[in-house]
């Protein structure tokens, strides 16, 4: 229903009402909104215009509009005053607000108005369901405490009564909620608890009274009393409890009831009772101890005194006591060490220190220590002392320290003697194993070499028969072709066919010209045979064993035939040979020399390469030298692997491709020739070992 239009003196004297309202408040006529008040603005967040553009029951939100428009149709059409009405509304900003609202009709001769004031209850709620979360916490926090707890109001009245104390007293909750006769759970009669006294504001005098020297105030809590008191009724043969008792106050600091709570301690006072059983046995103990105690003591004296190490006790770097062995190893003579510095002791400041760096952190945690070092005496000789210390109280740094020290002068001497000959035993021995490795390899070589010498010698006869045997099937052969050539220039022309077809499979004309040939080539390699087995015999030189001149050029050459599968698939062989004169030498070993740097060379190129043999002549130190070089276009090594090739089982080949021996042999069979191998490598590039050897051999 729309409002009939209200004169305007009439709405600004609303108006002006309106405005001196602090509370929130608003008029309608049953339509928009007609005023309303700044304390409204704010309520609502809407400014003026906005709100007087809604309708009355619109500024609240649809949730609350239905409520909002029934209690403001109803106050203007109404006769009855209308209750208050509570609602949530919406304000402008989304925010949702309790809000309680009163309605009055405002009759005038020109119309009605519907005069509504707003009471903001929102903060008020907030509080209200604070207080009961607080209460429900409370009573949570007393209802599920371990510890027993009971709570009396200002009537003596039970109130909480939570499970701890039912199974304490095996009274439950349901029978003492409620009761004003607490004291049923822990005395036969009537009798205050500390709860009831407390409640009562009885003073300080009269609590005392009741528990004697078994109550006192608590350390916690001024106004709150704790005490220890043993009751017959709990348990098989009664209980201990401490119990403590404080009063609960209300925000003007009255009294409303007091909490009391229980805790079992039969075991601790039990505890105790036997320690006192126990008092007079320990005491008696003490006793028989410290005169035992007293007789250990003489004797540790007397084994300080007679003990064949040094002792001492210090306190603030000095010493403080001292026995006769130390006095006498540290040549005190009549003097007494007492009072000395320990400082004086050690060969430097810098030992002094040294010491004080390792034993402070093991003493200062407790811990032993021991240690060796150089000391010196009051006569300034030196001694090697073994130092074990340890605090006489670990709990006290400040107590001081015994010290055990022994001589081990002659000990240190023997032990660097004994550290000596096992050094020169475990050259000796690295020196032996290497000359044994190396023995290994020459009698291997050697082994080689006699068994290239004897498989030569065996070929060699039979190579001999069948070459003599060759030349002898030639002429045979030559005068039998003659003769048949010289049968067939006299052959009739009507030879008998029989023969003619035997001419003819035969082919005599084939054979007398390709078996000349094949005799050719049977001889050649027949040569060829003997050639290998010649270099057989020459790289192994066993009728060479001792000293003698040989030309290197031509070992060169038989140690490359020998290896020359190892060589012939992996590079092409360069030969660059100078004019040699004789060299005194093994030729034998020099040629394993040269056979080990051939296959490492071929070993070191990777895909085909190159490997270049020279030899040349030049002086050395007013003397004649021959040097022979193997040189190959292979991977080169780097400085690290040239500081450490000719070291005896390095190697740099696969496991099992190699012992790590072959350099090193060649290394110490050009040393025993009085020369020396040069080296020259770079990565990427190649490698060139150049071995240098006197000609009239080592002087």
Partial sequence: MSALPQPAGWLDHCARVL???SAPAYAHAGGRILLANPAMLRLTGFTLAQLLALDFDAWAGPEAQPALRDYGLGCLHGDAELPVLSLQARTASGSQRFLELSARALHDPQGSLALTTCQDLSDMQHVQHSLLEVGRVMHQIVEYDPVATFVLDAGHRVTHWNEACARLTGIDSLEMLGSTEAWRAFYPERRPLLADLIIDGRGEAEIEARYRDKLRRSPVSERAYEAEDFFPRFGAAGCWLFFTAAPLLDIEGRVVGAIETLQDVSARRNAEEALKRHGSDLEQMVAERTAELLTTHHDLEAFLENASVGIIATANQRITRANRAFARMFEFGEASPIGIPTSEMFCSPEDHAELGRIAGPLLSQGQSMSHEMAMRTRRDNRLWVQLIAYVANPLDPTAGTWW??????????????????????????????????????????????????GVAHEIN?????????????????????????????????????????????????????????LLKESEDGLGRVKKIVQDLKDFSRVDHADWQEAD???????????????????????????????????AGQLNQVFMNLIV?????????????????????????????????SGCGMTPELQRRIFEPFFTTKPVGQGTGLGLSLSFSIVQKHGGQIELTSEPGVGTRFKVWVPAAGPG
């Fill in 404 to 453: 055990l020290l022994q001589d081990r002068t002659e000990v240190q001497r023997v032990q660097r003697e004994l550290e000596l000959n096992y050094e020169r035993i475990k050259q000796t021995n690295e020196r032996l194993e290497e000359a044994q490795n190396q023995l290994l390899q020459s009698e291997k070589m050697a082994s080689i070499g006699q068994l290239a010498a």
């Fill in 461 to 517: 006869n039979p190579i001999g028969f069948v070459n003599s045997n060759l030349g002898s099937l030639r002429r045979y052969v030559e005068a039998l072709l003659n003769l048949l050539q010289a049968y067939a220039r006299r052959e009739p022309a009507a030879a008998d066919a029989e023969l003619a077809a035997l001419k003819r499979a035969a082919d005599l004309d084939y054979i007398a010209e390709d078996l000349p040939q």
């Fill in 600 to 632: 490492n060379a071929a070993h070191a190129i990777e895909g085909r390469g190159v490997i270049t043999l020279s030899s040349g002549t030049g002086q050395r130190d007013g003397q004649d030298w021959v040097w022979v070089e193997v040189a190959d």
């Fill in 19 to 21: 405005d001196a309202v």
């Fill in 552 to 586: 290197l050029n031509a070992g060169l050459e038989s140690t490359l035939n020998v290896v020359m599968n190892e060589v012939k698939y992996k590079a092409e062989v360069r030969r660059e040979y100078g004019n040699l004169p004789p060299v005194r030498c093994l």
